[in-house]
């Protein structure tokens, strides 16, 4: 405990010495909620969305970074494993049992991002209203969970035939408000989110129609993030001076 005090006692102090004009490098986490569109609300109902972001903003209050996002929802549409359900329309086991299987979906992203801070509070020279663009990677998949593994038709490799597994190139918009505070306490962002990808299904067949997928499709996720942030500002030189 006493170590933790002495640590934030030497961060506050150092960065007592900040020049607001300087180069500051940020790093942040965040949390937001997504909704689907475009052909991807045909599978997926409303996530969440979890990522890390890494930043420069520059003396000019130009951005450039890299941020990555994993998506989770338990919100899926698509019913692929239709095929191996029974009359009643449940799933059994290998021994003829009610099985405990879960569907959910899961994604990911990586983004190159750049944009700019347009200041509107003139007493905090760091702080203003974000808008950003990036170029990326997209992927997403229906995730499969055998909790008892025994399911034969879903053992190893098989689970590639229902999983949709799809990726593609993205594009990504952001606007919204970027806070520094004066007293380094509570850094933070928010605002909403826009992906726009362009994907298509690696599988080469999907098990429970038999066919394959090879259509290219518009995946669009529109959302609300908000990110706690830790910025690393560069120290002032010192105005003293010793032999």
Known sequence: MKLLIVLLFFYFTVNSQIDSSNKIHIIGIHLGGQIPGGNLVNRFGPNLDAGITYFIKTKKDWIFGIESNYMYSNNVKEDVLNQLKNDEGNLTNN??????????????????????????????????????????????????????????????????????????????QFIGYLHLSKNRLSNFYFGLTMYEAITRNIRQINYNTGLSDTKQHLDLINGFKFGWILPLYKKKPSDFYYN
């Open 95 to 172: 021994l003829g049992y009610p099985a405990d299987v879960r569907v959910t979906q899961r994604g990911l992203g990586v983004h190159l991002i750049t944009g700019r801070v347009f200041k509107i509070i003139k007493n905090n020279q760091n702080s203003g209203l974000v808008i950003n663009i990036g170029f990326g990677y997209l992927q997403h998949k229906i995730n499969i969970y055998d909790a008892e593994q025994k399911i034969a038709a879903i053992k190893g490799d098989l689970i590639f035939g229902y999983d949709r597994l799809s990726l593609g190139v993205s594009f990504s």
